[in-house]
């Protein structure tokens, strides 16, 4: 029996914004959701309690970061991420694709596979589609990801047909590969930024989607409207009974707009990292506050706010442990945003049961400050 499904529980009548049940190895996942990234096997600075707490349902990590630190052989001795990182719920882990081919000067790409440098140590390296299936199959996630090229904006259309073509062929060869049931594969969706080159990967990919789909090469520098342009444009052709997970999207104005063009999964850095910075997502936009005007701010971050940080702590006081470089302030600003993100999950879950999604999307905004 398998050991994966995903059933949709309820569509909105006006738009793509459903709610979806995902079942894996490690838990039930309700979606539409939005998963916190632990890219080296921790979301920074917050234990699995505290990420529970504010309710996430599934993480998502690194497999580049944890290939070339510690080393998947030593995660597989653990007994994969679950234990490693002692997360009982579901994982993801996305292929590492994004990652070598951020390192433009550092690597070498044949339709074979990746030749690159390290980050860490000029180490050279070299992964095929089979390679990434391996490594991924020892980090154990329940959910992985094909290996793929992934384009920057405003690449030629030459360059993205052969990226395209390279991906697909290492699609085939990662679903050869790939013979662990207790992993779900998605392959991913590229194409640039050209709608019939994404059209046509949407449907090539197709005989390989079993269990879900993950749209990749989004969110990589263009403007958003180009973004919801390209979005527009695939999601006729999307299969309706698996999940759809949009890769790297995070910002509640970018989930609010994906889900409405019918995204069930998102992930993002952006809570942690700009918490680390001193910015918190409130329901008027991002809170800047380690900036001078909140030093005599007793308020909470967001009044309408309940996680822990703001029931407990002022601006100014956060404001003061960011100042003085202080670890707490980036603690509990990132407790903020992933809660704030988790929270605006619930929000539009009970927006599409109730059937007012396009209302609540369109007073959200209105209020939001981009």
């Not at 539409?32 to 600075?45: L, N």
């Not at 020892?138 to 405003?154: Q, R």
Request: charged fraction near 25%.
């Amino acid at each position: 029996m398998d050991k994966f499904s995903f059933e949709t529980i309820k569509q909105d009548p006006r738009s793509g914004a459903r709610i979806g049940k995902f079942t894996t190895p490690h838990g039930v996942i309700e979606t539409p959701v939005f998963m916190p990234v632990g890219t080296q096997a921790t979301v920074k600075s917050l234990t699995p309690e505290e990420l529970k707490e504010n309710k996430a349902q599934i993480i998502l990590s690194n497999t580049y970061h944890l290939y070339l630190r510690p080393g998947h052989e030593i995660v597989k001795k653990a007994g994969g991420l679950h234990k490693f990182m002692n997360w009982d719920r579901p994982i993801l882990t996305d292929s590492g694709g994004f990652q070598v081919f951020s390192l433009s000067d550092l690597r070498k790409i044949s339709d074979d596979g990746v030749e690159f440098r390290s980050h860490l140590n000029g180490s050279k390296h070299y992964i095929t589609p089979e390679k990434d299936m391996e490594i991924q199959e020892a980090l154990g996630a329940d959910i992985i990801m094909a290996f793929d090229e992934c384009t920057t904006y405003g690449t030629d259309r030459k360059h993205s047909e052969k990226a395209l073509e390279r991906t697909m062929n290492w699609l085939d060869r990662c679903y050869k590969y790939h013979q662990n049931d207790n992993q779900a594969l998605f392959p991913i969706i590229q194409g640039n930024f050209y709608k019939d080159l994404r059209i046509e990967a949407v449907q090539r990919v197709l005989p390989y989607v079993k269990y879900g789909v993950a749209i990749g090469g989004l969110s990589v520098g263009e403007p958003k409207n180009i973004m919801y342009d390209m979005m527009d444009a695939m999601y006729p052709y999307y299969p309706t009974h698996v999940p759809r997970y949009l890769m790297g999207v995070g910002s509640p104005d970018c989930i609010l707009e994906g889900v409405e063009r019918g995204i069930d999964m998102f992930d993002c850095v952006l809570p942690t990292r700009i918490a680390r910075n001193g910015t918190a997502f409130t329901r008027t936009g991002k809170l800047v506050v380690r900036n001078g005007e909140y030093k005599e701010d007793f308020r909470p971050i967001d009044e309408t706010c309940d996680c822990y940080a703001c029931k407990n702590y002022t601006r100014a006081y956060i404001r003061h442990l960011i100042n003085a470089g202080e670890i707490l302030g980036a603690r509990l600003l990132s407790i903020h945003n992933i809660h704030f993100l988790t929270n605006l999950m619930e929000e539009i879950k009970q927006a599409i049961r109730e059937d007012r999604f396009k209302e609540f999307k369109e007073e959200y905004l209105k209020n939001y400050k981009i």
